[in-house]
DNA sequence: GTCAGATATATCGGATACCAATATATCCGG
DNA sequence: CCGGATATATTGGTATCCGATATATCTGAC
């Protein structure tokens, strides 16, 4: 595997992204990131919720709690208007990175 | 900018790369993280050194000191047996964590 | 000639934040 | 009724990143 900080970093993004098309649930969300990329980003529990957290206080998501009765209650976020800027931001930045990485570890073989 | 986690755990690969074409020393290889990525990837040189020492304690990459009258001292680092086997796994797992973004973070949008 | 800036390596300490462990609680299938 | 999945949360140990600081040499400018 490659170093873990590599999965950490792109956490943040992932879940902007994935609350770009529809609101979801901690737990939801880490599901969602384990089951679409096959197993390879596998999801800590324990990083997301205070994740959610830092996220919602810097408002880029806003979450709200969903409580109906003979259901658990869930904790439903939704992208704000901040957060698509920072989700743009992020789809930009990530394909330099890539692109960075490949000036970088392609050249070296020259 | 992406979250600075991603660059950080990229630098391991990225120095395993450029090692296997040649011998460098730390701060020959920050300069060129930062040249050959254009800027888009910045080396803060705090960091260099100590994950140079565990890469060396890890077996990845061996140091040597070379001195020479009338000129800086420098420590030149040059990639192990270990070290290529692991600089293979990070290329694989790289290409991987890279189609896993792009499956978690275009899927979002169906 | 000397001074700034680049080259070159290194350590310390504050701050961040990951992750394992633990806690709590509900739902469902066997 | 009990194990496993669902669902959220906190605590505490650990890692490590980065700014600040230290040391020393070389080069070019003025």
Redesign the pocket.
């Known amino acids: 595997m490659l170093t873990?900080?590599l999965?950490?970093g792109s956490a943040e993004f992932l879940i902007l992204a994935l609350l770009d098309s529809q609101d979801r649930?901690?737990?939801?969300l880490s599901?969602l990131i384990e089951s679409r990329s096959r197993g390879a980003l596998s999801f800590?529990?324990?990083?997301l919720?205070?994740?959610?957290?830092?996220m919602e206080e810097r408002g880029w998501i806003e979450g709200r709690w969903i409580e109906r009765p003979?259901?658990?209650?869930?904790?439903f976020y939704s992208i704000t208007r901040d957060g698509r800027k920072a989700l743009a931001a992020q789809r930009e930045s990530w394909l330099e990175f890539v692109r960075a990485i490949a000036l970088v570890s392609k050249e070296s073989r020259a």
Request: net charge positive.
């Open positions: 873990p900080e999965k950490k649930h901690g737990y939801e599901k800590n529990v324990s990083s919720y205070p994740l959610l957290h830092r003979a259901e658990r209650r869930r904790r």
